[in-house]
């Protein structure tokens, strides 16, 4: 039996993770995204949809104009590529975490990323809806997906590295 699976935005995260002058680690979210998931039952590993998608305007770095900059040509490209989008393809057992491989698309260039999985189980929450816990971490190169913005200080210092780490809290609600 097919079950649904939605996100729960008031319980989630989706961030990332930035080297700024190679020192030090600035932190950005998304203010707004989905994610759909089919299973059968209860067993993710059975997921046939994984479907996830964030919208390139809510990026927050807590500075506006470091997010303008994001958000425009250099970077994202928010008015011709409105969200980033990530379909699953298979989620798997490794040890004590699972695997999740899929398709990434930034400013429309879709590559396959392996992200990995903690997942943290299922419960009834007090108002008897079903949930499901994960947390998603993984890198990639943001020069992979055209996002090639480059300076370098006067004393030679990279400004923003090419590894982003991503990390998510996901809970998903059962429908």
């Given at each position: 039996?097919?079950?649904?699976?939605k996100?729960?935005?008031?319980?989630?995260?989706?961030?990332?993770?930035?080297?700024?002058?190679m020192?030090?680690?600035?932190?950005?979210?998304?203010?707004?995204?989905?994610?759909?998931?089919?299973?059968?039952?209860d067993?993710?590993?059975?997921?046939?949809?994984?479907?996830?998608?964030?919208?390139?305007?809510?990026?927050?770095?807590?500075?506006?104009q470091?997010?303008a900059?994001?958000?425009?040509?250099?970077?994202?490209?928010?008015?011709?590529?409105?969200?980033?989008?990530?379909?699953?393809?298979?989620?798997?057992?490794?040890?004590?975490?699972?695997?999740?491989?899929?398709?990434?698309?930034?400013?429309?260039?879709?590559?396959?990323?392996?992200l990995?999985?903690d997942?943290?189980?299922?419960?009834?929450?007090?108002?008897?809806?079903?949930?499901?816990?994960?947390?998603?971490?993984?890198?990639?190169?943001?020069?992979?997906?055209?996002?090639?913005?480059?300076?370098?200080?006067?004393?030679?210092?990279?400004?923003?590295?090419?590894?982003?780490?991503?990390?998510?809290?996901?809970?998903?609600?059962k429908?």
């Amino acid at each position: 039996m097919k079950t649904k699976w939605k996100i729960d935005p008031s319980h989630s995260e989706v961030q990332f993770k930035v080297k700024h002058l190679m020192i030090t680690t600035i932190s950005g979210h998304f203010h707004s995204y989905d994610l759909e998931v089919l299973t059968e039952g209860d067993d993710f590993t059975t997921a046939s949809k994984i479907e996830f998608a964030a919208n390139v305007d809510s990026i927050s770095t807590k500075n506006e104009q470091r997010d303008a900059h994001l958000k425009s040509a250099d970077f994202f490209n928010a008015e011709q590529h409105v969200a980033i989008s990530f379909s699953g393809k298979r989620f798997e057992p490794n040890a004590d975490e699972y695997l999740l491989h899929g398709d990434l698309t930034i400013k429309g260039v879709t590559r396959p990323i392996l992200l990995h999985v903690d997942f943290g189980g299922i419960v009834a929450d007090p108002y008897n809806q079903i949930k499901a816990g994960f947390t998603v971490t993984g890198k990639i190169s943001r020069k992979e997906f055209g996002l090639t913005w480059d300076a370098i200080t006067e004393a030679g210092q990279v400004v923003v590295s090419d590894e982003i780490r991503i990390n998510c809290d996901i809970q998903l609600i059962k429908s």
